[in-house]
């Protein structure tokens, strides 16, 4: 059964980094032809979709948070991770990740973490 | 990139059919047969409900149903049931590979 799990600090400055990993267990990344993403739920608002990457290790990007935002994947831990950097109290949110089949057929999100709060406050 | 368009609230008494809505532009909900509902109940992770429009995921009960026309796509839920009361989220692929979703719509069963 596939899972997927959200770690990170809960608690992140404002114009710090923030830095989350999501450990995908049942699967592995590099080998399943799969897109793996980011999505962000502000507190009582709606989702975002931040980016996702492919298995092969291309990256996309919402357009409004490109320039701050970093996705990579950790073959050998079978995680992958989100870094946003320059960070306000805007960001603070849930913080999902979750795998996708595809990108252009609209996400498909099928499997979620169960979402970690990230808050930004000095 | 704007959200998509959603009423914040819908409402229906047990049994009957309610319809949300997710409006969009050309270059998205209206540009591709690519939209996906969500159901999201408090303090839950998000649901996939729907996807490519019309399409049921292996497990998700007949009585919820999508379409598009135009630029606006549809979830019905049709049979109301009383576990149906939750926040639903439209999404839709909107070029560029990128992606969007819509502001979300509290379905209340009456």
């Known amino acids: 059964q596939l899972q997927l799990q959200e770690s990170g600090p809960g608690l992140v400055k404002p114009s710090e980094t923030l830095s989350l990993s999501c450990t995908v267990s049942?699967?592995?990344?590099?080998?399943?032809?799969?897109?793996w993403g980011w999505v962000r739920q502000p507190p009582g608002k709606g989702l975002e979709w931040i980016g996702s990457?492919?298995?092969?290790?291309?990256?996309y990007h919402n357009p409004s948070l490109k320039s701050r935002v970093t996705i990579y994947v950790d073959t050998s831990t079978n995680q992958f991770s989100l870094r946003l950097s320059s960070v306000t109290a805007a960001d603070t949110a849930v913080y999902y990740c979750?795998?996708?089949?595809?990108?252009?057929?609209?996400?498909?999100?099928?499997?979620w973490g169960q979402g970690a709060l990230v808050t930004v406050s000095s | 990139q704007s959200a998509l368009t959603q009423p914040p609230s819908a409402s229906g008494s047990p049994g009957q059919s309610v319809t949300i809505s997710c409006t969009g532009t050309?270059?998205?909900?209206?540009?591709?047969?690519?939209v996906s509902w969500y159901q999201q109940h408090p303090g839950k992770t998000p649901k996939l409900m729907i996807y490519?429009?019309?399409k049921r995921p292996s497990g998700v009960p007949n009585r919820f149903s999508g379409s598009k026309s135009g630029n606006t796509a549809s979830l019905t839920v049709s049979g109301l049931q009383a576990e149906d009361e939750a926040d639903y989220y439209c999404?839709?692929?909107?070029?560029?590979?990128?992606?969007?979703f819509g502001g979300g719509t509290k379905l209340t069963v009456l």
């Open positions: 490519e429009v019309s």
């Open positions: 990457i492919y298995y092969s290790g291309n990256t």
């Open positions: 049942g699967a592995s990344i590099s080998s399943s032809p799969y897109y």
């Open positions: 999404s839709s692929y909107a070029g560029g590979n990128s992606l969007l």
């Open positions: 979750a795998r996708h089949p595809c990108l252009v057929c609209g996400g498909n999100f099928d499997y």
């Open positions: 050309s270059s998205d909900v209206g540009g591709y047969n690519y």
